[in-house]
Every structure is written in C-alpha cells, then in structure tokens.
C-alpha cells in the first residue's frame, strides 16, 4: 500500500501539458547534475514510470474507447457525443478522453530513455540496476506496442522512434512502415526478458512491476500483430509462447470467473495488469458499470454489450455467464443477490467480468470517489489465455487448421466445451472473442488485422427493458423490478446501433493524432491518412 501511495503522488506531479512535438521536458524535474547518484535515486525514476496506472485516459476509459467501442461487441451506453464520434468513425482525436494518450505515451518513453541512458554507469547494486532497467526497457516496449496499435500502419507510417540516444529537442519523422515500431519495441521486450527475473507473489515491493513472462508475453504479442506485415513474425510467435509455456511459471486458473477476482490479482493467469485499488488505479470497471448503478454508485455506464456478442457464444460455454450479465441473471450487488434489469441500459445487457468488487456490502472494495471509480481489483492485460491462443493462431497461419488444437482444447475444456478437432482460423477467432470479451486491445484490433470488415460494418442489436417496473420506495430508485415473476418477461430485439457504411479498413483501423502533437511537430508529424 505504501508503494502505491508512493506511486500516486508521482502520477500527479508527473502529469503535465506535452507543448512539444512528443514530450515536453517536465518542469521541476530532476537532472543529471543532482539526480542520478543513489539506488534511492533509480528506484524513484523506475516508480515514475507507471502513470498509466492512475491516468483514466489510458487504462480508465481512453485507450478502451478505442479499443471496445468501435467494435461489434459494445455500443455507447448512453449519450455521449465524444464516445459517439468515436463509435461512428467521425472523431478527431483531440476529445478530453483521448487527446492524452500519445503525448502520456511518449513521457513513459522519455523517463524510460533517461533510465536506459543514466544507470549502466552507476556504481549500485547489481539485480537493482538490471531491475531498474529491465523496467525501463518493458515500459518502452509497452508504451511502443500499444501506440503502434492505435496510430500506426503502412499507409501513414509507423511510430517516430525515439531511443536513448536522443537528448535534445527533437523532431523525428516517422518510419514509412509500422514494422519499424514493433520491432522497436520488441528490441525493448527482448531486453527487458534478458534482464528481469520470473514473478515471485512473495516478494511483496515487486507487485505491479514487470517480469520475466511478461516481457515474452508481450514481445509475442507484438509479432502477432507485426505478422499481419511480415509472415516471419509467426515463427517468433510460437518461440516464445513457447518459452513462456515451459517456464511452468503460469497456467490457467482452474474456472474462467475466477480469473477476475480480487483473490487472484497476482495469480498464475496473470502475466500483466494495472494494479487497483480503493486509492487508485484503473477507472474501467466503473466506467463500463450500469449508469449509476442502481442509485448505489457513480456507474458511468460508457461500454453496452451487444446482442451479437450474447449470442456468439457456444450453447454451455461458462464464459458467457462469467462475462456478460442479461436480464433477470443473478449476480452480487453491494452486499445482497439481486437480478439484473437495467432502465437506462441501451442494449440490455452488462459487462459482469469486473463486477465482483461491487459485490460486497458497504463498498469495501471500492473507491469511495465515484468520479474515480476505482476498485480492488486489477485490470488483466495480457493473461496465460493469451499465450495459449497466440501460440495456436500462429501454428494455424504455418501449418493449417488442427495445428493448434492442443492449446484451444485447453481453453475449451476450462470453459466447459468439448475438445475440437481439425479447428480452422474461424474456430480460433471464435474463442478469441469468448474468452477476451470486454479487455483492451482485443476484438477491434483482431477484426482489423482479420481484415473482418463486414463485422465492424454491421448493424448491433440489444434487448431494452422497456416496460419493467422498478422499485422506487422511500424515494430511491433500487433499480430492480419489484417482483420475481417480472423476470419472466421477454423483451424484442432492437437495432440500438445502425451499420455503418463509412467504415473503411485502410483509414480507420489506426486513430488520428491528436492536432497538438502535429502543431508542435514542426512539420515532422503530418495528420493519419483519411482523418
């Protein structure tokens, strides 16, 4: 608790305004001349290396907007014309909620350059040093991964690759290929994985921090995504899941539904996460709440689950009660078991992964801020499941389809299904989408690099609970019908989202640069094609 005190107050000193083309250099900040002496002095510069942990406009609500919404799994759940732009391929990148994430992406990569560069020389101890820069190297991997996601592609060019070499002012053009970023950042995640040790739960000052199978893990990820651009990236892909697989440091949990509770923050599914808790941490379990829940909480209601993701999953698959809430499913609510109707819910259903924390009587595990609707429990990020299905596309892509049956039955049999045999690409994306449902950079950016357009395009639909009748006594809206036998009523199908026809892969795969970061570039930066 004390580190991650620690660690709030860095995030709020260290959030500032980028007037420069990536990062302006903060004002106050220590230099070479008085910092740079001490371990004291590493391991404070390695803890300013988390602000995205606390930052709603990365992990909170941000990146998820660009992430979630877009897709054919969720909708806006309610009015907001910012979220709706987003969702309707009309925004311009520079909204209060995503105007941030390229600059506070490139403020993680300026501290991790001045780790790289400054602690090498130092005369401290030895696993300090290559902890400090093995989290150094982790954080700018993972801060190019995931800007190459959003921004990148080969039509507008890559991420300008800023390393630690660069000291001054710059102002660097970007590579004509995103290939350029991803293999920048996995030189990063290689280096981190030569440098850091495997998790160990006991070792209580290294929670949150990275590790060994959390450099791999994301180094697959990254050729995942660069194989779209260079086949040769598969190969990798099964390397290192490999690697991970036989370090026998992580597995599975034995249920999918208790992958996402408090109890296993820091379990063997666990590669990476946002820590949370009561003080701080990732805001997307109260963002994608009901929209006020219930009169109990701040819900901010922003992520609706579709029909079309309801009912994409196999009949008897366990995910899909563990994952998504419909009407009149029983769930744990501030103490109590109630079932779930929704009178402002614009598709009828709700996500219920994260949900456990709101399950205990007086908040307990939540923050008491509603406009900081942290909780206890941590944000997954990259999980073992992950690994398994990285692992089985890539043999599908080489070898053809039941190439990767061995890794997707482990995935079916934990979800309850029968194993399969001879399971094609479709197969594979079908389990994709049950089992990482309603977690950043998943479904969208898998559709993209599928090239699965007439999903994106199509019209969504939900069940309203128009009509149900909520208890309203002593003048507090509970929230819940009044009766049980409401719960037998059966709503219509509605069309809550239209198609939309304006979709073109080439452009809106990739998010526009905020103008900021363009109007300071000097001429370096020039808008994504088509935005």
């Given at each position: 608790?004390?580190?991650?005190i620690?660690?709030?107050?860095?995030?709020?000193?260290?959030?500032i305004?980028?007037?420069?083309?990536?990062?302006?250099?903060?004002?106050?900040?220590?230099?070479?001349?008085?910092f740079?002496?001490t371990?004291?002095d590493?391991?404070?510069?390695?803890?300013?290396?988390?602000?995205?942990?606390?930052?709603?406009?990365?992990?909170?609500?941000?990146?998820?907007?660009?992430?979630?919404?877009?897709?054919?799994?969720?909708?806006?759940?309610?009015?907001?014309?910012?979220i709706?732009?987003?969702?309707?391929?009309?925004?311009?990148?520079?909204?209060?909620?995503?105007?941030?994430i390229?600059p506070?992406?490139?403020?993680?990569?300026?501290?991790a350059?001045?780790?790289?560069?400054?602690?090498?020389?130092?005369?401290?101890?030895?696993?300090?040093?290559?902890?400090?820069?093995?989290e150094?190297?982790?954080m700018?991997?993972?801060?190019?991964?995931?800007?190459?996601?959003?921004y990148?592609?080969?039509?507008?060019?890559?991420?300008?690759?800023?390393?630690?070499?660069?000291?001054?002012?710059f102002f660097?053009?970007r590579?004509?290929?995103?290939?350029?970023?991803?293999?920048?950042?996995?030189?990063?995640?290689e280096?981190?994985?030569?440098?850091?040790?495997?998790?160990?739960g006991?070792?209580?000052?290294r929670?949150?921090?990275?590790?060994?199978?959390?450099?791999?893990?994301y180094?697959?990820?990254?050729h995942?995504?660069?194989?779209?651009?260079?086949?040769n990236?598969?190969?990798?892909?099964?390397?290192?899941?490999?690697?991970?697989?036989?370090s026998?440091?992580?597995?599975?949990?034995?249920?999918?539904?208790?992958?996402?509770?408090?109890?296993?923050?820091?379990?063997?599914?666990?590669?990476?996460?946002?820590?949370?808790?009561?003080i701080?941490?990732?805001?997307?379990?109260?963002?994608?709440?009901?929209?006020?829940?219930?009169g109990?909480?701040n819900?901010w209601?922003?992520?609706?689950?579709?029909?079309?993701?309801y009912?994409?999953?196999?009949?008897?698959?366990?995910?899909?009660?563990?994952?998504?809430?419909?009407?009149?499913?029983?769930?744990?609510?501030?103490?109590?078991?109630?079932?779930?109707?929704?009178?402002?819910?614009?598709?009828?259903?709700q996500?219920?992964?994260?949900?456990?924390?709101?399950?205990?009587?007086?908040?307990?595990?939540?923050?008491?801020?509603?406009?900081?609707?942290?909780t206890?429990?941590?944000?997954?990020?990259?999980?073992?499941?992950?690994?398994?299905?990285?692992?089985?596309e890539a043999?599908?892509?080489?070898?053809?389809a039941g190439?990767?049956?061995?890794?997707?039955?482990?995935?079916r049999?934990?979800?309850?299904?029968?194993a399969?045999?001879?399971?094609?690409?479709?197969?594979?994306?079908s389990?994709?989408?049950?089992e990482?449902a309603?977690?950043?950079?998943?479904?969208?950016?898998?559709?993209?690099?599928?090239?699965?357009?007439s999903?994106?395009?199509e019209?969504?639909?939900?069940?309203?609970?128009?009509?149900?009748?909520?208890?309203?006594a002593?003048?507090?809206?509970?929230?819940?019908?009044?009766t049980?036998?409401?719960?037998?009523?059966?709503?219509?199908?509605?069309?809550?989202?239209?198609?939309?026809?304006n979709?073109?892969?080439?452009?809106h795969?990739?998010?526009?640069?905020?103008?900021?970061?363009?109007?300071?570039?000097?001429?370096?930066?020039?808008?994504?094609?088509?935005?």
């Amino acid at each position: 608790m004390k580190k991650y005190i620690i660690l709030l107050l860095v995030v709020l000193f260290g959030l500032i305004s980028c007037e420069d083309f990536l990062v302006e250099e903060p004002k106050g900040e220590p230099t070479n001349a008085n910092f740079w002496k001490t371990e004291a002095d590493v391991i404070s510069a390695t803890t300013a290396l988390y602000i995205f942990n606390d930052f709603q406009g990365i992990y909170g609500r941000g990146m998820n907007l660009y992430s979630l919404v877009p897709s054919d799994d969720f909708v806006v759940g309610k009015p907001k014309s910012q979220i709706e732009e987003i969702k309707d391929f009309i925004t311009s990148g520079n909204g209060s909620y995503t105007r941030d994430i390229w600059p506070m992406h490139f403020i993680v990569v300026k501290r991790a350059n001045d780790i790289i560069r400054n602690v090498p020389d130092l005369d401290i101890n030895p696993d300090i040093k290559n902890f400090a820069l093995g989290e150094a190297y982790f954080m700018r991997g993972l801060a190019y991964f995931q800007l190459s996601l959003l921004y990148g592609d080969n039509n507008s060019g890559g991420i300008p690759i800023v390393d630690e070499t660069i000291t001054e002012d710059f102002f660097i053009e970007r590579p004509a290929s995103v290939s350029t970023s991803y293999e920048f950042a996995a030189q990063s995640f290689e280096r981190a994985a030569e440098l850091l040790p495997y998790f160990d739960g006991a070792n209580n000052d290294r929670l949150g921090r990275p590790h060994k199978n959390a450099a791999l893990g994301y180094l697959a990820r990254v050729h995942l995504h660069n194989a779209e651009f260079d086949t040769n990236s598969w190969d990798t892909v099964i390397t290192v899941c490999n690697e991970v697989i036989n370090s026998s440091k992580n597995a599975l949990e034995t249920n999918f539904k208790d992958a996402f509770k408090i109890a296993n923050n820091w379990g063997s599914e666990y590669l990476w996460s946002v820590p949370s808790n009561t003080i701080g941490g990732s805001m997307f379990a109260g963002a994608s709440l009901e929209n006020r829940a219930w009169g109990k909480y701040n819900g901010w209601g922003y992520f609706a689950p579709t029909l079309e993701l309801y009912e994409s999953y196999e009949a008897g698959d366990e995910r899909r009660d563990a994952t998504l809430l419909a009407f009149g499913d029983d769930f744990e609510f501030f103490g109590s078991t109630r079932k779930y109707a929704s009178a402002n819910n614009l598709t009828g259903f709700q996500l219920k992964k994260y949900l456990e924390p709101y399950g205990y009587a007086n908040a307990v595990q939540l923050n008491p801020n509603g406009d900081h609707p942290s909780t206890n429990l941590n944000l997954p990020l990259l999980r073992y499941s992950h690994i398994l299905l990285m692992k089985a596309e890539a043999l599908i892509m080489k070898n053809g389809a039941g190439a990767g049956d061995t890794e997707i039955n482990l995935i079916r049999a934990r979800a309850g299904l029968v194993a399969k045999t001879g399971a094609t690409l479709e197969d594979l994306k079908s389990e994709r989408r049950a089992e990482f449902a309603g977690e950043l950079l998943g479904r969208y950016e898998d559709l993209c690099r599928w090239g699965d357009v007439s999903k994106i395009k199509e019209s969504l639909h939900g069940k309203r609970h128009i009509g149900v009748v909520f208890d309203t006594a002593d003048g507090v809206n509970k929230g819940f019908p009044i009766t049980s036998t409401d719960f037998t009523e059966i709503f219509p199908t509605t069309e809550v989202w239209q198609e939309r026809n304006n979709f073109i892969l080439e452009t809106h795969r990739i998010w526009p640069i905020p103008a900021n970061a363009i109007d300071t570039s000097r001429g370096a930066l020039s808008q994504n094609i088509g935005w």
